[in-house]
């Protein structure tokens, strides 16, 4: 897995090599990039060689290795996302950035289990964003390396043809576990939140969190099959008396909030896969695990990646690790 943090100056010979890059970093250094095989999204944070850091001077670089290769970026609006999958070809790996809080990136979150061919083919990427400290003022926007065009309503999405006789598998890493407090179930799916049912009982969700002291850090998590999912916490407004998520809740699905982690380090690299090496191609850690973590100046194993606003891996995740791997196809 080859990745690094390079400078616009040092970037312009490697996208002009025509190889498929995924890029990361502030709006204006990417603005600044010539046209090629390239996407993009607006994102200050990353997990380095160094450890998590924020910069805003260089950009990082995904090089697509192992034989992968660009076959055509594609643009999508709220109102095309849903083809996202049946465009894939049989042999295809799909790259997407969509920017946060977008139509498309609600569109994507809400609606994404049900699209056409869901999950037939990997789909891995993340949510662009902005330095926290300019939540309400900045523009998370992802770029079209082919036209250099920033756009704020759209989704890209990079097709990645796989060499014969390697599979793609993407993965998950999920720290977090429900804990043992009450359930609570949402009326109707969305970003957002007022009254809820709370272990059976109707109560307002930003009341409950302030009267418990429940600690926002910790993500809301579902039990989907076995696999735990996590939506995280955006804020808590006291005048409106409503709770915003980074992703949505669904309506009827029951939560618990997570139970403490200890130390994320320790508990990400006890359960990460030993030896992941070359066959590593993607991953993205998420901003609130940066935040909440501790993880600026701290390793996570050898894995490097954008820290970002939310996780593709098929749908949008949140608090998780998303890592893509290429391997020897077997049988």
């Not at 043809?161 to 390697?166: A, F, I, N, V, Y």
């Amino acid at each position: 897995m080859r990745t690094h943090l390079y400078e616009p100056g040092d970037l312009a010979p490697l996208i002009r090599r025509g190889e498929g890059l995924l890029l990361a970093g502030d709006e204006k250094l990417l603005r600044q990039l010539p046209r090629g095989n390239w996407i993009g999204g607006t994102i200050p944070y990353f997990m380095s060689e160094a450890g998590g850091l924020v910069d805003r001077r260089h950009v990082f670089v995904n090089e697509l290795t192992g034989g992968l290769r660009c076959n055509g970026i594609r643009r999508y609006g709220a109102d095309e996302i849903a083809r996202v999958y049946t465009d894939l070809l049989p042999s295809d790996v799909g790259f997407m950035i969509a920017p946060a809080w977008s139509r498309v990136h609600l569109s994507f979150a809400l609606h994404a289990p049900n699209y056409e061919h869901f999950a037939a083919r990997p789909l891995a990427g993340w949510i662009a964003g902005t330095h926290l400290a300019e939540l309400k003022t900045g523009t998370p926007r992802v770029f079209d390396g082919t036209s250099g065009e920033a756009l704020d309503d759209q989704a890209v999405v990079m097709q990645v043809s796989l060499p014969r006789g390697k599979v793609a598998e993407l993965d998950v890493l999920n720290i977090f576990h429900q804990g043992g407090g009450p359930t609570i179930s949402f009326p109707s799916s969305g970003f957002s939140a007022t009254a809820v049912e709370i272990d059976g009982r109707r109560r307002n969700l930003a009341e409950y969190i302030d009267e418990v002291g429940l600690d926002t850090r910790l993500p809301l998590v579902a039990d989907c099959c076995g696999a735990s999912v996590n939506v995280s916490f955006l804020g808590v407004d006291p005048v409106k008396a409503e709770v915003r998520f980074y992703g949505p809740v669904f309506a009827d699905i029951p939560y618990r909030h997570a139970r403490p982690v200890a130390d994320y380090v320790s508990a990400f690299l006890s359960s990460l896969p030993p030896d992941l090496g070359e066959s590593l191609v993607f991953s993205c850690n998420c901003v609130l695990n940066y935040l909440h973590s501790g993880l600026e100046g701290r390793k996570t194993g050898d894995i490097v990646g954008p820290i970002t606003f939310g996780e593709i891996a098929y749908q949008l995740l949140n608090q998780t690790m998303v890592y893509l791997v290429v391997e020897d196809a077997h049988g």
